[in-house]
């Protein structure tokens, strides 16, 4: 029973993994752009949230709502404001340009705050449990945090297939200049992509730092997390980030109760390598990447 | 005062130059066709006016006010809608999202899904289909109805007959009669001389950047037009 | 009227000095364990680590177009290389040095084909995961010593003297040795179809070249040249640790060499790395300061001017110090009326 119970914790930790993964998916959706600083713009979310909390005495909830509305505006502005400028046909330059940018948030972060880890106190929430069975119980916090993420997904999908702005990203998607002969902006919704990609992250560091510790050089992690999430759920697809993230978060565990706690990460490495092998684009692939 | 104007229009990509001081009016309700080989300039024209393209120097008049620094997705809302070459419908979205995407940046007027269906039945059964796997022919009804969800004033066709089947061709330029008696002012780009000297009222030949042959059709013979055209 | 006769010349005369020069340069470092002192030559060993290191990211990412942010993966298994030969296996340090490249591309081989079937940003992140997998197993496993790390004892053992001149001409020669690598790599028919590659990929394939071998060998000499250099450091500083031999601050130090010199060139590096190296003594607090510092240039670089300094320099004066590029020399047809004259080089076309 012991082993359900660490299955199970792996798939809602996978919730988590796939929200970290839903917004680098769509950006790359979008724009064919990969954020290396994803991680680290959740990461910081996490000190903003951290911050309000300290200097505000905002409650945790207030602090992270107001956290993403915050976090939503950084990502339009960052996009327009620099990102946009380092996109063309050049590969290279947003790789390169947002690396730089990992650095100076971590480094930024270290500054500020220092390199100690933190946590972001939530009360009696994180330590919950639901009893389902005699042997077998769930922690209400993490049930939470994946319930959390499959709504999220849910109404990312619904947006991009029902409303008019979500089509609209869509048709950005498919090609650029056409949309823009439909009257479509690209910039504005390039902008509006990282946006929100940047608010769910947002999301996804705060429930990260309620859950655990968190510290400045955290944000490159969950990057790598996110990335095997979207790679092992096949690129285009949003709630193939749901599975690949499940796939992780249970390799994880799984591998951590198996052969001890420094070894899980490892295991969810392997396990992703491995599927790169045998199956590269992914268990849902919609899209096929030249 | 002219729906288009164009003043000394230069076009450079890099250091190439597609135009050369190119001039010419279109007037409201007129079905103007430019014709020419390859590399004509032809299509460079028709997104330059689209704002895809800017003239390195020259004007671009839009009922008498200079577009040229006009972003391309505003030239929608003010009533100028192309067909690209190459009919580059949206793949990944349905026949019916597609002309649904024509109206985001539109204006309002006559034409809806209803009506663009109305001119192009063969879409009706598609509506629900992904865009990807229309034929040829499908996906070019497919452009231009999706063009004219946004009410256009000035409607930009670019080679609407590259690539298809003659009979496919004949529906096309059928529909596009209908078009003509709505009053739209319609600028076509063809390499296919005969079937646009059949709808058009006026036609002007390009040459490498220059128009060689300008005028009615009426009033041109086809060995002007061919001597225009191959630049004899 | 017959065609004009021509050559393909690689050099001019410039290109002559310029030789002369380097190598006056070079013997002139060779001769420093003579008469410096030995923090001086410690500190040179780190600038031209960071020389080598810079012009096998930059082999990488500006002639193959494969960014990699996971380099450190082989300049970590350079210096446990160099611990595993040098202090386990038994054999001379310096020769470990060597043989622990081999054990990188010895890794970077089954590895390649695996993170080939990313591309751009998703290959980056895939050469990040990689090293990340290396790190966690060197790091979990007692024997190499887990998240202490060893200290190479072959080479601490090494008599002072012999240790320190011997590690300065070792890294010098690995600096020399990476640019030539490069040089003679970009002369060859690799380097041509890099070149290929790099304008456009599509066609290049459809003349023959094939793609994934060209992409393999660079990949291999890329992890061979880390390898090394991962030897070199730790032969420097006597310790190998999991956290510092695998940090993803090696990655970032190359890139911002590459991006501030000039990503694309073999002089690009060159110019960073003085830059980098001349930064880094005089902001002497080594810290986060520092780092941010390098992170908001190596943007401001990659936004504003992504040709980099030498590629600024490359333009606006028509200069290029090393003759990679092949040059059209026409000579004039023999007159008919007099008897064939030697061919002289009439006018000139530069053909890149």
């Given at each position: ?13 996978g919730g988590l993994y796939a929200l970290f993964a839903t917004g680098l998916a769509l950006v790359f959706g979008v724009?064919?752009?990969?954020n290396?600083?994803h991680?680290?713009?959740g ?105 959390l993420s499959i709504v999220v997904i849910a109404a990312l999908q619904?947006f991009l ?32 992509a990282m946006?929100i990609a940047l608010a769910i992250v947002a999301l996804a560091g705060?429930l ?14 969950r990057?790598?997390y996110a990335f095997?999430a979207v790679?092992?759920g096949?690129m285009g697809s949003i709630w193939g980030t749901l599975i690949g993230g ?45 | ?232 | ?352």
């Amino acid at each position: 029973m012991d082993w359900v119970n660490v299955a199970i914790q792996g798939i809602l930790l996978g919730g988590l993994y796939a929200l970290f993964a839903t917004g680098l998916a769509l950006v790359f959706g979008v724009m064919r752009m990969v954020n290396l600083a994803h991680g680290d713009l959740g990461i910081l979310a996490a000190f903003v949230a951290l911050f309000l909390v300290q200097s505000l005495h905002l409650g945790v909830m207030w602090s992270g709502l107001l956290t993403i509305v915050i976090m939503f505006v950084v990502g339009y502005l960052l996009q327009r404001g620099l990102l946009n400028f380092t996109l063309g046909s050049d590969d290279t330059r947003p790789i390169v340009v947002t690396f730089g940018l990992s650095i100076i948030i971590q480094n930024g972060l270290i500054m500020w705050f220092s390199a100690d880890s933190q946590g972001l106190d939530a009360g009696t929430i994180e330590n919950i449990s639901v009893r389902i069975t005699d042997k077998l119980s769930i922690g209400w916090y993490p049930l939470l945090v994946f319930l959390l993420s499959i709504v999220v997904i849910a109404a990312l999908q619904l947006f991009l297939n029902r409303t008019k702005l979500g089509r609209a990203f869509r048709a950005t998607s498919d090609d650029r200049e056409a949309a823009e002969l439909m009257g479509i902006n690209n910039r504005h919704i390039y902008g509006l992509a990282m946006a929100i990609a940047l608010a769910i992250v947002a999301l996804a560091g705060i429930l990260l730092a309620v859950r655990t510790t968190f510290d400045p050089t955290q944000g490159p992690f969950r990057l790598i997390y996110a990335f095997e999430a979207v790679i092992m759920g096949g690129m285009g697809s949003i709630w193939g980030t749901l599975i690949g993230g499940i796939v992780l978060g249970v390799s994880q565990t799984l591998g951590s109760q198996a052969f001890g706690s420094g070894w899980g990460i490892l295991v969810g490495h392997l396990v992703f390598l491995t599927v790169l092998a045998v199956r590269p684009s992914g268990f849902f692939a919609k899209t096929v990447t030249a | 005062m002219s729906v288009l104007e164009l003043q000394e229009v230069d076009v450079f990509y890099g250091d190439f130059q597609a135009l050369f001081k190119v001039s010419f009016k279109v007037e409201e309700g007129q079905t103007f066709a430019c014709i020419g080989a390859n590399g004509g300039g032809k299509s460079t024209l028709l997104r330059t006016i689209a704002g895809l393209q800017r003239p390195t120097s020259g004007k671009v008049l839009f009922h008498g006010d200079p577009v040229d620094q006009v972003p391309a997705h505003d030239r929608v809302g003010m009533g100028i809608a192309l067909v690209p070459e190459g009919r580059r419908v949206f793949p990944s979205l349905t026949v019916f999202e597609n002309l649904q995407i024509g109206a985001y940046g539109g204006r309002k007027g006559d034409w809806n899904t209803d009506s663009v269906m109305e001119l192009f039945p063969l879409l009706k059964p598609l509506v629900k289909r992904q865009a990807s796997s229309l034929s040829g022919g499908e996906q070019q009804a497919l452009a231009i109805g999706r063009a004219l969800m946004a009410n256009p004033q000035l409607l930009l066709l670019d080679e609407v007959s590259l690539g298809l089947a003659p009979v496919v061709i004949k529906r096309i330029y059928e529909a596009m009669v209908h078009l003509v008696d709505t009053g739209t002012t319609i600028l076509v780009v063809e390499q296919d001389v005969q079937h646009v000297l059949t709808v058009a009222d006026h036609v002007a030949c390009f040459l490498e950047g220059r128009i060689s042959l300008e005028g009615k059709p009426s009033d041109l013979s086809s060995e002007a037009i061919t001597a225009a055209y191959f630049g004899m | 009227m017959s065609a004009p006769d021509f050559r393909v010349a690689r050099s001019t005369r410039m290109h002559r000095y310029v030789l002369v020069v380097s190598v006056l340069i070079v013997a002139a470092l060779a001769s420093f364990p003579l008469w410096a002192q030995v923090s001086f030559l410690r500190t040179m060993v780190t600038f031209f680590t960071l020389l080598a290191l810079g012009q096998m990211w930059n082999l990488l990412g500006g002639y193959a177009g494969l960014i990699s942010v996971g380099q450190q993966a082989y300049i970590g298994l350079g210096a446990y290389g160099l611990w595993l030969i040098g202090d386990v296996i038994g054999l001379h340090p310096f020769v470990a040095v060597i043989l622990a490249g081999v054990l990188a591309v010895a890794v970077a081989l089954p590895v390649a084909p695996l993170i080939f079937r990313l591309r751009g940003g998703y290959f980056a992140i895939g050469t990040w995961v990689v090293a990340e997998v290396v790190r966690l197993v060197v790091a979990n496993i007692q024997a190499t010593g887990g998240g202490s790390g060893k200290t190479v004892i072959s080479a601490a053992r090494l008599p002072i003297d012999t240790r320190i001149s011997g590690t300065y001409l070792l890294a010098l020669f690995v600096a020399v040795g990476s640019v030539l690598l490069v040089y003679f790599l970009l002369r060859s028919r690799l380097g041509l179809a890099l070149t290929a590659i790099r304008d456009n990929e599509l066609a290049a394939q459809s003349s023959g070249v094939n793609i994934f071998r060209a992409k393999l060998y660079v990949y291999l000499i890329s992890a061979f040249g880390c390898g090394v250099v991962g030897a070199v450091v730790a032969m420097n500083l006597l310790r190998i640790q999991p956290a510092a031999a695998f940090s993803i601050n090696w990655t970032a130090y190359a890139l911002f060499i590459v991006v501030i010199g000039g990503l694309g060139t073999i002089e690009g590096p060159i110019i960073g790395a003085v830059i980098y190296f001349t930064l880094l003594q005089s902001l002497s607090q080594y810290g986060t300061t520092y780092m941010l510092l390098l992170g908001v240039i190596a943007v401001v670089m990659a936004t504003k001017a992504p040709r980099g300094i030498w590629g600024f320099i490359a333009k606006r004066w028509d200069l290029h110090l090393f003759p990679v590029r092949r040059r059209l020399v026409l000579e004039e047809p023999p007159k008919p009326e007099s008897p064939a004259a030697a061919g002289t080089s009439g006018p000139v076309a530069e053909a890149s």
